[in-house]
């Protein structure tokens, strides 16, 4: 079976399941899965049940595919991705993404945990993503393109959604929930960066670093998918603050701000049509 086969197999398996699919769904980085036990009259299917699904190995990614409502709307969430630092290839780690594609969603919410560049910004702020800069030294897109996935050589000058960042700021605003705009640097990990990378990465015009989003923003963006990017600010990244970073303090932070971060993402898909 090739690729867009296993990709059609699991989205069979997932409609099965659920049936019609809902248009918005939501990819929930490290530590930030609580969305998904938040969703109402919810259907969860765990990825080892569904064909070809990759399954994560890291702390804080549940594993699991739930569909049910919030804000009165119908959402699906991801709870948990997997990443190229733990061994798998583009192609395998924005699967999920290729799958919500052909379920036809039209809205992809994507979030992480990261690490503050801005000096401005501060452990637990949410800052959406305007953009972002590719370090991984991969593109997921690279090699034979499969024209029912999207064209060869997809536009990238706006990969997050003006529209979508527009309905984040009013969100923000009739919640009373702060949040920041920042430039998303994906680096490939495990270890995170060091206190001359962070500097690079500031020179360059980064405002948060991370681990994954941008392999999924790609994809999505290839599939004709509106992409809206949230960080969560776990930590400050090497060289802002004294102390060594660890995944520990990313995990508790995100807890933190849970009640937060939920109800930004309500009032988000409630605007959403």
């Known amino acids: 079976m090739d690729y867009f086969g296993q990709v059609q197999a699991a ?3 997932v409609r099965a399941r659920i049936g019609d699919f809902p248009s918005t769904a939501i990819i929930l980085g490290s530590g930030l899965g609580d969305f998904a036990g938040s969703l109402g009259a919810a259907t969860s299917i765990p990825y080892k049940d569904l064909p070809n699904w990759p399954i994560s190995r890291v702390a804080g990614h549940d594993g699991r595919l739930v569909a049910g409502t919030a804000n009165g709307r119908r959402v699906a969430a991801l709870a948990g991705r997997v990443h190229l630092y733990e061994g798998y290839d583009g192609l395998t780690i924005t699967f999920p993404i290729r799958v919500l594609g052909v379920l036809g969603v039209k809205h992809l919410i994507l979030t992480n945990a990261a690490g503050g560049v801005n000096t401005a910004f501060s452990a637990g702020a949410l800052m959406v993503i305007d953009d972002h800069v590719n370090l991984m030294g991969r593109n997921p897109l690279a090699g034979e393109n499969d024209e029912r ?12 959604s003006a529209r979508l960042r527009a309905i984040a700021d009013g969100t923000s605003r009739t919640t009373h929930i702060p949040i920041v705009h920042g430039v998303y640097a994906a680096l490939l990990g495990p270890s995170y960066e060091t206190p001359a990378e962070i500097r690079y990465l500031r020179t360059i015009g980064a405002d948060a670093v991370g681990m ?14 509106e992409v809206l990017g949230i960080s969560c600010i776990t930590n400050m990244a090497a060289g802002v ?5 660890n995944h520990a303090e990313v995990m508790e932070t995100a807890r933190r701000v849970r009640g937060q971060f939920i109800a930004l993402l309500e009032g988000i898909i409630g605007q959403l049509a």
């Not at 996935?149 to 997050?160: A, K």
């Open 241 to 245: 603050m004294s102390t060594p970073l």
């Open 11 to 13: 989205a069979d398996a």
């Open 149 to 160: 996935f999207g064209p060869r050589f997809p536009d990238m000058s706006e990969v997050y």
């Open 212 to 225: 994954s989003t941008v392999p999924e923003a790609i994809v999505a963006r290839h599939m004709g998918i």
